[in-house]
């Protein structure tokens, strides 16, 4: 599935990863607020076997099959989303 992955600005680390290109209208409106302007970092064709860093494939495309969008946080920043 090609995946689009963006940085936010204003919480470094943070990345959202969107099953379409640009798809803001698919993250709700609070968190797109708490994460301020978003950065266009990388196009990946992801598998669920493909090895990621620090998340899990399967994971991040079970999210983006069920709402479209997945935050990835930083290593250390193991807090529920809604919270940051």
Same mark, same amino acid.
């Given at each position: 599935m090609?995946?689009?992955?963006?940085?936010?600005?204003?919480k470094?680390?943070?990345y959202?990863?969107?099953?379409?290109q640009d798809?803001? =209208?698919?993250?709700p409106?609070?968190l797109?607020?708490?994460?301020?302007e978003l950065?266009?970092?990388?196009?990946?064709?992801?598998t !669920?076997d493909r090895?990621?860093p620090?998340?899990?494939? !399967?994971?991040i495309?079970?999210?983006?099959? =069920?709402q479209g969008w997945?935050?990835?946080?930083?290593? !250390?920043?193991?807090r529920d989303? !809604?919270?940051?």
């Amino acid at each position: 599935m090609p995946c689009f992955v963006y940085a936010s600005r204003r919480k470094p680390g943070a990345y959202v990863w969107l099953r379409r290109q640009d798809d803001f =209208d698919a993250l709700p409106g609070p968190l797109l607020e708490k994460l301020g302007e978003l950065r266009f970092v990388l196009e990946v064709d992801l598998t !669920a076997d493909r090895k990621l860093p620090h998340e899990n494939a !399967a994971t991040i495309l079970a999210s983006l099959g =069920d709402q479209g969008w997945y935050l990835q946080l930083p290593p !250390a920043d193991t807090r529920d989303p !809604a919270s940051i």
